[in-house]
Structures are given as C-alpha cells and as structure tokens.
C-alpha cells in the first residue's frame, strides 16, 4: 500500500474495500470521471493507485467550473500545489500606451501529473475553493519547449 502516506487511511469515496473474492485475486476497483471541456482524464488518473480526495479527475466533491485559465509555472515548492504567472498587458490612455502586468494564481495539482517543472504552461479550470488561497485545479500540463532556434512562446 504505497499510496498511504498519510496519518489517515486514504480511501476513495464509494468503492467497497473489502469485497470477498473466492479463488480470484482482483485489482481494487477504481473510481475516476471525465472533467468535461475537452479534456482527456490522464492516464496516471485510471490505472494509479494515488488518492487525492482534491483532484478533480479521482474525487466526486471537485467538479470543474467557470473560467479555464493558463499560465506558467514559476513555483512548485509546496505540496501538491503551485504558482503560476500569468501575464497580461494593460493599456494608459494618457499615454496611448500598454504596459505589462502579472498576476500569480495558486493551482492544485494531481499526482496525476508527474514531473511538472519551473517554465511550464499549464491550463487551469476553476472549482471549488480547496484552501485558504486555491480556487483551481490543473487539468493539462504541456511541457516547455528546448529548442535552440528563435520561436514563438506564448509568454
């Protein structure tokens, strides 16, 4: 049982752990949704073994709703969550010029999704407040691009 890491048992909502199984052993039973708006449930999210009672692909109580978002990862120092940044330009009528601004937005993220590092682009939907400051959920993690050329990135 390596997903129990934590003090509590870890379970998933409504699956029966301790179905008895005469001469077959079983894999558990797996509990996960599709989010909706185009996004495929991950992987990781179907055949894992994590449980995470905040992801939106494995929990029944975090549905995905009003605005989808998308930004850059700038911090994952904290435990299953991160910052992202996104920028945006504001327009100075006195001067008929922009200038930039930047937000940073908390997002949750799912064990789902391995290896997320610094300069990232992740798209975010909104949910139901999960702490003091996380009001989203990562839904897709697109990975930054090497390249030695000069390319177009989105921020």
Same mark, same amino acid.
């Given at each position: 049982?390596?997903?129990?890491?934590?003090?509590? $048992?870890?379970? *998933? !909502?409504? !699956? $029966? *752990?301790?179905? %008895?199984?005469?001469? +077959? %052993? +079983?894999?558990?039973?797996?509990? #996960?949704?599709? @989010?909706?708006?185009?996004?495929?449930?991950?992987?990781?999210?179907?055949?894992?073994? #994590?449980?995470?009672?905040?992801?939106?692909?494995?929990?029944?109580?975090?549905?995905?709703?009003? =605005? !989808?978002?998308?930004?850059?990862?700038?911090?994952?120092?904290?435990?299953?969550?991160?910052?992202?940044? =996104?920028?945006?330009?504001? #327009?100075? +009528?006195? #001067?008929?010029?922009?200038? +930039?601004?930047?937000?940073?937005?908390?997002?949750? @993220?799912?064990?789902?999704? !391995?290896?997320?590092?610094?300069?990232?682009?992740?798209?975010?939907?909104?949910?139901?407040?999960?702490?003091?400051?996380?009001? $989203?959920?990562?839904?897709?993690?697109?990975?930054?691009?090497?390249?030695?050329?000069?390319?177009?990135? %989105? $921020?």
């Amino acid at each position: 049982m390596a997903e129990q890491t934590e003090k509590a $048992f870890q379970k *998933q !909502i409504g !699956i $029966f *752990q301790n179905a %008895k199984l005469i001469g +077959k %052993k +079983k894999a558990a039973p797996r509990w #996960y949704k599709d @989010v909706g708006l185009g996004f495929k449930t991950p992987r990781e999210a179907i055949e894992g073994h #994590y449980i995470d009672k905040k992801c939106p692909f494995t929990s029944a109580s975090v549905s995905i709703r009003g =605005r !989808i978002l998308s930004g850059v990862v700038v911090s994952t120092k904290m435990k299953r969550t991160l910052i992202i940044r =996104r920028e945006y330009l504001h #327009y100075i +009528k006195k #001067y008929n010029r922009y200038e +930039k601004r930047h937000k940073n937005l908390a997002a949750h @993220v799912s064990p789902a999704f !391995i290896g997320i590092q610094l300069g990232d682009v992740v798209t975010v939907g909104q949910c139901r407040p999960l702490a003091k400051t996380v009001r $989203f959920n990562v839904l897709k993690v697109t990975k930054k691009t090497e390249g030695g050329s000069k390319q177009f990135t %989105k $921020f």
